[in-house]
């Protein structure tokens, strides 16, 4: 029988443990590899999206639509505990803090409560994340929504785009 090179006992005992380890470390730290997606944003003006009214306010809207998007702003990883060599391998979840804006001009001489829900979908439209928000505008008063959430770092993966419905009352 023949015998072994003492340089496989380095390896062995030496470099496999320390990349098994490292590997570990990498997954319990995702933050240093994952960024914000490259397609996490959107902007979109009035050039080119308007608001689709019902016939009964189509030839004098109430308001007008001015410009809307999302972007994200920072990823947030929950910090694990090691407390055995098998914890290297639950990796924390992440989440991507995102803003979203939305621009809307009020064309009426009265006071209008506007609500808006704006949804980051994804790519069949299935609606990933959902927030609303809610202004008062006065007469010729253009308003800016600026909200913030957060979405878990899978589905900010799948966000394609956005959408958002509106609803406005005269304001008592």
Same mark, same amino acid.
């Given at each position: 029988?023949?015998?072994?090179?003492?340089?496989?006992?380095?390896?062995?005992?030496?470099?496999?443990?320390?990349?098994?380890?490292?590997?570990?470390? #990498?997954?319990?730290?995702?933050?240093?590899?994952?960024?914000?997606?490259?397609?996490?944003?959107?902007?979109?003006?009035?050039?080119?999206?308007?608001?689709?009214?019902?016939?009964?306010?189509?030839?004098?809207?109430? #308001?007008?639509?001015?410009?809307?998007?999302?972007?994200?702003?920072?990823?947030?990883?929950?910090?694990?505990?090691?407390?055995?060599?098998?914890? #290297?391998?639950?990796?924390?979840?992440?989440?991507?803090?995102?803003?979203?804006?939305?621009?809307?001009?009020?064309?009426?001489?009265?006071?209008?409560?506007?609500?808006?829900?704006?949804?980051?979908?994804?790519?069949?439209?299935?609606?990933?994340?959902?927030?609303?928000?809610?202004?008062?505008?006065?007469?010729?008063?253009?308003?800016?929504?600026?909200?913030?959430?957060? #979405?878990?770092?899978?589905?900010?993966?799948?966000?394609?785009?956005?959408?958002?419905?509106?609803?406005?009352?005269?304001?008592?």
């Amino acid at each position: 029988m023949q015998g072994r090179h003492p340089i496989w006992y380095g390896i062995g005992f030496g470099v496999v443990p320390f990349l098994v380890l490292f590997l570990g470390y #990498l997954n319990i730290h995702p933050e240093l590899y994952r960024g914000i997606p490259l397609k996490f944003h959107a902007d979109h003006d009035g050039s080119w999206m308007n608001i689709d009214w019902g016939d009964d306010e189509k030839d004098d809207p109430p #308001l007008e639509y001015v410009s809307d998007g999302f972007k994200g702003i920072s990823i947030l990883t929950r910090v694990v505990e090691v407390k055995s060599f098998w914890d #290297l391998w639950n990796a924390p979840p992440s989440e991507v803090s995102y803003e979203w804006r939305y621009k809307v001009k009020n064309l009426t001489d009265e006071n209008r409560d506007i609500s808006v829900t704006y949804q980051l979908v994804g790519k069949d439209a299935d609606v990933l994340a959902s927030s609303v928000a809610s202004k008062l505008a006065e007469p010729g008063e253009t308003i800016e929504f600026e909200e913030t959430g957060q #979405l878990d770092y899978q589905s900010a993966l799948r966000v394609t785009g956005s959408s958002w419905s509106i609803a406005n009352r005269v304001a008592p």
